[in-house]
């Protein structure tokens, strides 16, 4: 258990001195990722997620808002999604909102993935919002899609001024130690938002306590069971 360090330290001694155990527990958790977490299962749950808000038959734009593309697992995993783009049925572009840190962008642009750069600066922004406000309403996404809290907050902004039809927030974190004023933001935005998309149940049961999010408007990337 968590709450019980004594616990926790016999347990993770018990895997150093029982090679077999180890090897069992390591098994076990290669067929768990590779079950609920490949990049074809999240594909799909992405697939479900925009295939139930967007009404129209046919294939959704799609803007992704990130903070920045550098070296991160929300980053990583972004390219990988987009590598399944063609499988999930999306026209895809994507949005950085750093001007200089952005060490994946060459990662996208291989996959052929249109980015734009948008050099946010300073704690609010009004040229950050009206240059993706403006990006929106020149090319008429259906969906977009934030990742992080700037993104979050800039991005969901911009596209109910620009009358997007759906806003997804895509959160990867518990973050546990997320600041006051923050959170009161994310509920803010959390009116402003259709559906969020989470990679864990611990993250979903957070943001429903923490945000007060109805769990019905939370999508899981993965559909996993606990045992």
């Known amino acids: 258990?968590?709450?019980?360090?004594?616990?926790?330290?016999?347990?993770?001694?018990?895997?150093?001195?029982?090679?077999?155990?180890?090897?069992?527990?390591?098994?076990?958790?290669?067929?768990?990722?590779?079950q609920y977490f490949s990049v074809a299962v999240m594909a799909k749950r992405h697939e479900d997620m925009y295939l139930s808000v967007v009404s129209r038959r046919m294939i959704p734009k799609v803007?992704?808002?990130?903070?920045?593309?550098?070296?991160?697992?929300?980053?990583?995993?972004?390219?990988?999604?987009?590598?399944?783009?063609?499988?999930?049925?999306?026209?895809?572009?994507?949005?950085?909102?750093?001007?200089?840190?952005?060490?994946?962008?060459?990662?996208?642009?291989?996959?052929?993935?249109k980015v734009t750069v948008i050099k946010h600066k300073g704690f609010f922004s009004l040229p950050t919002l009206m240059r993706l406000y403006m990006l929106m309403r020149k090319n008429k996404y259906d969906i977009v899609n934030t990742y992080l809290f700037t993104a979050d907050f800039y991005g969901r902004l911009a596209a109910k001024l620009a009358s997007v039809p759906v806003v997804i927030s895509s959160v990867r974190s518990t973050?546990?130690?997320?600041?006051?004023?923050?959170?009161?933001?994310?509920?803010?935005?959390?009116?402003?938002?259709?559906?969020?998309?989470?990679?864990?149940?611990?993250?979903?049961?957070?943001?429903?306590?923490?945000?007060k999010i109805p769990s019905f408007n939370i999508g899981d990337e993965v559909d996993v069971k606990i045992d």
């Open 63 to 113: 803007l992704y808002i990130i903070d920045n593309l550098a070296f991160g697992g929300a980053q990583r995993q972004l390219i990988e999604i987009l590598k399944g783009r063609k499988t999930i049925g999306i026209d895809p572009d994507l949005c950085s909102l750093s001007g200089d840190n952005n060490e994946l962008l060459p990662e996208f642009e291989k996959i052929n993935v």
């Open 175 to 211: 973050d546990l130690l997320k600041e006051k004023h923050k959170v009161l933001v994310d509920r803010l935005l959390a009116l402003l938002t259709d559906r969020f998309i989470t990679n864990s149940i611990a993250v979903k049961e957070i943001i429903v306590a923490r945000e």
């Open 1 to 34: 258990p968590v709450s019980n360090p004594q616990a926790m330290a016999e347990a993770i001694e018990s895997l150093i001195v029982n090679n077999a155990l180890k090897q069992h527990i390591i098994n076990i958790a290669r067929e768990r990722v590779n």
